[in-house]
């Protein structure tokens, strides 16, 4: 018999590189830098993509969306997501909830985070309360301190549709 419930992890990492757009979330933040990457590079949805896929036990998303691959050049990472819901769908698992940190010295996002759970929780087909988002600062310390990027660390749970 499965496992009802399960909780994966996800984590991800983008440096900072000015002549690139900020996504964070799927929302454009006004800053003079962007995180590069073969995509657009938004670390809030690469690791929350990484937690889903981990907890249903499907790879990573660079198993699924191999960075190098035209595919996926300058794509919206949303996109992506959605297609990550698509895998869990077909896999019978339904999301419970999601929490991710984001680890950025700055901009400041505070204003930013309603937007960012709708477009993730729209997605997912989530209401916006499964999805809470936070954000703070690495004090200064490390390449997140320094402004070199910015990390973010995401848990899901997913819940099995299977008939028990």
């Known amino acids: 018999m499965r496992n009802r419930t399960r909780v994966g992890f996800g984590h991800d990492v983008h440096a900072l590189k000015p002549g690139r757009k900020l996504i964070l979330g799927g929302v454009e933040i006004p800053y003079e830098k962007g995180l590069d990457g073969w995509s657009d590079a938004d670390v809030l949805i690469h690791a929350i993509m990484d937690a889903l896929l981990g907890a249903a036990a499907l790879g990573d998303i660079g198993s699924h969306f191999p960075p190098g691959d035209p595919r996926y050049r300058n794509i919206s990472s949303l996109i992506l997501l959605a297609e990550v819901k698509k895998l869990l769908d077909d ?32 997605a997912l087909a989530l209401q916006t309360s499964e999805v809470s988002l936070k954000a703070g600062t690495n004090e200064k310390m490390g390449f997140v301190g320094r402004g070199e990027g910015i990390a973010v660390e995401a848990v899901a749970l997913l819940e099995s549709t299977e008939e028990a």
């Open 91 to 122: 896999s019978r698992w339904r999301i419970g909830n999601i929490d991710a940190m984001i680890l950025a010295e700055e901009p400041r996002l505070k204003n930013y985070m309603t937007a960012m759970a709708g477009n993730i929780a729209t």
